[in-house]
T-cell receptor
Framework: GAVVSQHPSRVICKSGTSVKIECRSL??????MFWYRQFPKQSLMLMAT?????????EQGVEKDKFLINHASLTLSTLTVTSAHPEDSSFYIC??????????FGQGTRLTVV | AQSVTQPDIHITVSEGASLELRCNYS??????LFWYVQSPGQGLQLLLK??????LVQGIKGFEAEFKRSQSSFNLRKPSVHWSDAAEYFC????????????FGGGTRLMVKP
């Protein structure tokens, strides 16, 4: 199947700093990418949907100024957590689709804000 | 709006025993249905999917699932569980009017006793 690479897998940052997470589709062009957040022992909550070359669509309750999403090419989307705080600590997962309905997931990024 | 329910938060089975994980969805038409598995600190791996046709679908790792329209269910089964199957399992749906966005159930944590 198609491969989606997410980097970094783990990151620890200081409160107030920004962190960028990358999501790359390695062997296909992703027309749409999704960003999810997962709290411990909970399900995945969709944060935003991004289409290449256009602004991301954020789910209700997700601060677009805090979680900046850029989908500059058909193989790369980035999520930047700005001015991170301890409550932003979570597991972030991206997924990508290529015109069809099957989504391919990255390995996830464990963000810890100290 | 569509929703996915996984009634069992935790399930414990003995190695070698059979397994059934329940999934119910709420949607007016037949959605696309998926089962994913997530190991701790990892992304999601697709086990199987149902789009149309034969209501019994076979997946990887010996898993199968049966779509029952009358019950709005898509339960996951395995005849003999292995210790390596211990993980979190998510049922998900894609509805055609939601831009191919996945909606996840709450997840079921499977523990396997030796």
């Amino acid at each position: 199947g198609a491969v989606v690479s997410q980097h970094p897998s783990r990151v620890i940052c200081k409160s107030g700093t920004s962190v960028k997470i990358e999501c790359r589709s390695l062997d296909f062009q992703a027309t749409t990418m999704f960003w999810y957040r997962q709290f411990p022992k909970q399900s995945l909550m969709l944060m935003a949907t991004s289409n290449e070359g256009s602004k991301a669509t954020y789910e209700q309750g997700v601060e677009k100024d805090k979680f900046l999403i850029n989908h500059a090419s058909l193989t790369l989307s980035t999520l930047t957590v700005t001015s991170a705080h301890p409550e932003d600590s979570s597991f972030y997962i991206c997924s990508a689709i290529s015109g069809g309905t099957e989504a391919f997931f990255g390995q996830g990024t464990r963000l810890t804000v100290v | 709006a569509q929703s996915v329910t996984q009634p069992d938060i935790h399930i414990t089975v003995s190695e070698g025993a059979s397994l059934e994980l329940r999934c119910n969805y709420s949607y007016g038409a037949t959605p696309y249905l998926f089962w994913y598995v997530q190991s701790p600190g990892q992304g999601l791996q697709l086990l199987l999917k149902y789009f149309s046709g034969d209501t019994l679908v076979q997946g990887i790792k010996g898993f199968e699932a049966e779509f029952k329209r009358s019950q709005s269910s898509f339960n996951l089964r395995k005849p003999s569980v292995h210790w390596s199957d211990a993980a979190e399992y998510f049922c998900a749906v894609v509805t055609h009017n939601a831009g191919n966005m996945l909606t996840f159930g709450g997840g079921t944590r499977l523990m396997v006793k030796p």
